[in-house]
């Protein structure tokens, strides 16, 4: 283990595979609002600390020992909640500081009909929460520059991985295909993530970075991928704009992009799984794809 010491904010899904694959890189703590999740940060590898917007002593005094700090909590509608708590900290005292790192999303984009977009392009978020998360990305650059710090912002495609995937949703029943001609999204393996916060990290690079494999895809698609690996009869096909989706749900379908990841590609990061195939592929043939959900009986075909 490296002299490295990893502060998390907001140590959910991501972090902890973050924390799991890269305990070799150095030490970790993070924080979370439950303390009833204190034992899976624990079994991850991550210290736990509790954090509800207020700048505790002994978040402090983790944080002056801090060398590489990642953001993983969403901005609120009234701004960034670490920045807001430990902005004066953050920029006066961790002396040991040497990166930042902030998780963002694609959604930042917004809609742009299906072209493919790179972290050049144009960003006209349309909802509410992407308007607050490319804010706070302005804001925690604009921190990296005051402080002289590198910060790379991470804008994730959609996250998927062991637990939370379609494998899972057809065991359970959740899955579904609908059919909005012309829809792709964007994807990302948790194990993505992972790597692509290691390999920044490591290299203490600063900028935007997309975090998304090479194949946009339509939703049902991925579905009907997941089927023929489970052997199982896909969800009938359901047209989107008679389904029955709640507000939320719809709205990611009023954004259609390709997102490129040339950028961290050229940076030098190697994908562990460039397409859902390979990532759906590994996890059946490994059995992680239900790691933490219970199994129900599944209709063969």
Known sequence: MTGNSIFIFGAGYSAQGFARLNGDFGGFAGTTRSPDKFDALRQAGIEPLGFDGTL???IAAALKRTTHLVISIAPEADGDLVLKAARETLAERMPALRWIGYLSTVGV?????????????ECRPVSGRSVARLAAERAWLDLGRDINRPVAVLRLSGIYGPGRNALVNLTDGSAKRLIKPGQVFNRIHRDDIAGALRHLAGQELGGVFNVTDDLPAPPQDVVTYAASLMGVEPPPETDFETA??????????????????AAIKASGYAFRFPDYHSAFDHMWASGDWDKGVARSPMKRS
Do not use: C, I, Q
């Open 244 to 261: 029955r989706l709640s507000p939320m749900a719809r709205s990611f379908y009023g954004e259609n992009k390709r997102v490129s990841n």
């Open 109 to 121: 984009y917004g809609d742009h009909g299906g072209d493919w977009v790179d972290e050049n392009s």
């Open 56 to 58: 505790t002593d002994e």
